[in-house]
């Protein structure tokens, strides 16, 4: 790998005595790495059915390693949503920010959805997260990660930062920042990020990054957090804008974050966080936490709107942002289409019921919608909620989504097949799955009738749906989501 000159002379101004050891590990091969969705499996859990390793991340207690020849985006429990491969250095950022349940987040630049989708695990599906990405075509990758992942409190959208500022004021308590940049830490995984530096190098990127993170600091709450990452070693996108943001917004602060083995602080010795591959499992990335300090009485039009919907989740009547107005009572000609479509027959087999209040049905889709969505929210969406199904021809057929959100036992119609199983791979490929004599007896035997939607699984991890048809199940494997 050939390396821009004017990139090394920054290097070794910057890593001094450190250079020739950096310089020596940019032709080792890279880590690889998965991190598990807790979401639907425990770490505990991970490491007694892994076949690829239980090597910890150190600085995440959901991340491992495995070797480089392994293949684990061609294996069942992919498909089930188990785990998703990132960059071990990656993971960092998504396990700093202190997300709790009942959080409203907001992941800025979220595509593909390694960050989001850790965020949304964390969430425990209560709050909301919003995960967004300007490029449409990357939103609709975020998009499938996320319903791979089973989350369900969610709303992808499509917007730039300063059309989300104006929507939402000061509304999240957690924002997560991971910048467009210049990709330095990157070049030893891929090699063709050495030729856009050196179209589009630091400079082209730090007007951008203050761009979006003014939008940021726009949309949080006093007393949120804020985590500003790049996967870059610029000091100028790095420590410069920290400082910059520092300067132009008074009411932020930098929060130290406990470095861990191998981890710097910042070059300019702020409490920052940097990970060199020289120094860490994993390649070149950069964070940074701050914090919005909490006024005695809130200033300003948009904290004020966040304090009346904070008062209106609340319940007290009359305010903007309450939950009957963000999400009202699915309508009754809505709800007469449903008891048509034979929703109530699938509904009917699901251990827990649907909250009615948060239900909505447009364009023949059907959504459960985040507990603190708001349908005044004029933005461009992929998604709001957890999709349901569709309402086709009369008739309801649940979705990916859903299938992908549930747990084994949320559902009364289940099969499940083992990991070694080839008729997972069938499955997976869109083949219709026969049954033998006893599975078929046994679905009886729980009076799942012929034509009944059948939860497929992977040793009780759910892959998607299939119809009951005595003596096989017909595949409702989502088309593009297929193994191929």
């Known amino acids: ?39 639907k ?34 294996d069942p429990y992919y498909y089930a949503g188990l785990y998703y491969l990132q960059e071990p250095s990656a993971m960092a950022p998504a396990a700093v920010l202190p997300v709790c349940p009942g959080d409203r987040v907001l992941d800025l630049c979220g595509a593909p959805g390694g960050k989001s989708t850790e965020l949304g695990a964390r969430l425990g599906g209560k709050g909301l997260l919003v995960a967004n990405d300007i490029s449409s075509s990357r939103a609709r990758a975020l998009l499938k990660n996320l319903e791979l992942a089973g989350i369900s409190n969610v709303c992808v959208t499509s917007e730039s930062p300063e059309k989300l500022a104006g929507t939402f004021g000061c509304f999240f308590h957690k924002i997560l920042v991971d910048a467009p940049c210049s990709g330095e830490g990157m070049f030893r995984r891929d090699p063709d990020l050495v030729k856009s530096w050196e179209e589009h190098g ?101 904290q004020e709107a966040a304090v009346i919907w ?4 609340k319940g007290r009547p009359g305010q903007r942002g309450q939950k009957a107005d963000g999400a009202r009572s699915i309508p009754s000609q809505e709800r007469k289409l449903l008891e048509a479509s034979g929703f109530s027959l699938w509904e009917d087999l699901i251990q827990t019921s649907f909250d009615y ?24 969406y992929l998604r709001t909620g957890l999709l349901l199904g569709e309402l086709k021809k009369g008739r309801f057929e649940p979705s990916q989504a859903a299938a992908m ?68 199940l017909k595949n409702k494997y989502n088309p593009g989501w297929r193994w191929q």
């Open 202 to 302: 630091p400079e082209y990127y730090v007007p951008l990054q203050r761009e979006i993170l003014s939008g940021a600091v726009r949309m949080l709450l006093s007393g949120g957090y804020l985590l500003y990452s790049t996967c870059t070693f610029s000091v100028r996108e790095d420590e410069e804008n920290v400082q910059w943001l520092l300067e132009e917004n008074p009411d932020m602060e930098l929060v130290p974050v406990p470095l861990w083995d191998g981890a710097m602080g910042g070059m300019d010795g702020s409490p920052v966080v940097r990970l060199f591959p020289h120094r860490v499992k994993g390649e070149g990335h950069f964070l940074a936490l701050f914090r919005k300090r909490e006024s005695g009485k809130e200033k300003g039009a948009d």
């Open 310 to 313: 904070e008062e209106g989740r």
């Open 357 to 380: 209040n948060r239900m909505m049905v447009k364009n023949g889709q059907v959504y459960v919608l985040p507990e603190d969505f708001s349908r005044e929210w004029n933005l461009r």
């Open 41 to 74: 499996i425990s770490p505990e859990q991970w490491e007694q059915i892994s076949p690829y390793g239980t090597r910890r991340v150190s600085w995440t207690p959901n991340g491992y390693y495995y070797d480089a020849d392994r293949r684990p985006a061609r």
């Open 405 to 472: 959100a549930m747990r084994a036992e949320d559902y009364q119609a289940v099969f499940s097949l083992g990991r070694e199983d080839e008729r997972v791979i069938r499955y997976l490929k869109g083949e219709t799955v026969c049954l033998e004599e006893a599975e078929i007896q046994k679905l009886q035997g729980q009076k799942i009738l012929p034509g009944s939607w059948i939860l497929v699984c992977v040793d009780g991890y759910p892959l998607g749906w299939a119809k009951f048809a005595g003596a096989a």
């Open 1 to 39: 790998m050939k390396l821009p000159e004017r990139f090394l002379d920054k290097m070794r101004e910057m890593l001094g005595e450190e250079y020739d050891v950096w310089l020596a590990g940019c032709e080792e091969p890279s880590w690889s790495g998965l991190r598990i969705n807790t979401a």
